[in-house]
Structures are given as C-alpha cells and as structure tokens.
C-alpha cells in the first residue's frame, strides 16, 4: 500500500520529502518491484501540492532506478528494488579513485567525508 505524509514544517522541499517516503518504504519492502504508485496528478492532489511537485520527485526516483514508467501504463517500483545503495557504493569508490589520484591521505578523505556529512 502507498502511504505518503508530507511535513510542512520539515526544511527539506516537499518532492524531497516524497522522493525519500517512497525510498524508505521500498527499503522497508512495502512498496516491492512491480507496485503500480498513484499518478501524477492523483498523487498531488491526495498530498495537496503542485502535480510538478510530484512530477519531479517521480523523475528524481525513475532517474535512480527506484521507479520506471511504462507509458499509459503508469508508473511503478523498478524491478531492481533499491538501487541506492548500489549507486551509493560505486559514488564511494569513485571518491577514493579520486581521493589517490590526488595523492590525499586516507585520514583527509575521512574528515571530508564527515564533514559533507555534517554540514
């Protein structure tokens, strides 16, 4: 079942939000591979927002694999499930490429790391 529930007291921008609900309950294997989710227009206006909104944060998700779109069809949780920790993971091996090409040492790399992580 597709459950979303925006904050509008939360900073993170509301196709954010949605982008990660549907994320979390891909993860939590509530939405699995094959799941139809709501349209566009009917999504924004069960949540109250612009169908743009919406749109966006759908196109945010078909871009890192989580949803495809099958025309007429609609759209649906990508057959791949949670592709974010693969995307994750390969980001994490291309910084250290980057990190050695540079010449840095692994403890610099760390503290870049946890401070992106702060900040």
């Given at each position: 079942m597709f459950h979303v529930e925006?904050?509008?007291d939360?900073?993170?921008?509301?196709?954010?939000?949605?982008?990660?609900?549907?994320?979390?309950?891909v993860r939590a294997g509530t939405l699995t591979a094959g799941t139809k989710i709501p349209t566009v227009r009917a999504l924004a206006a069960d949540?109250?927002?612009?169908?743009?909104t919406v749109a966006r944060a759908y196109r945010e998700l078909e871009a890192d694999g989580v949803l495809e779109t099958r025309g007429r069809q609609g759209s649906f949780i990508a057959s791949s499930g949670?592709?974010?920790r693969d995307i994750a993971g390969r980001?994490?091996?291309?910084?250290?490429a980057t990190v050695r090409r540079l010449g840095l040492p692994d403890s610099d790399a760390l503290d870049f790391v946890r401070r992106a992580m702060d900040s």
């Open positions: 925006l904050s509008t939360s900073a993170q921008p509301p196709y954010e939000q949605l982008r990660m609900a549907v994320i979390e309950q949540l109250g927002i612009a169908p743009n949670d592709p974010t980001a994490a091996v291309d910084y250290v």
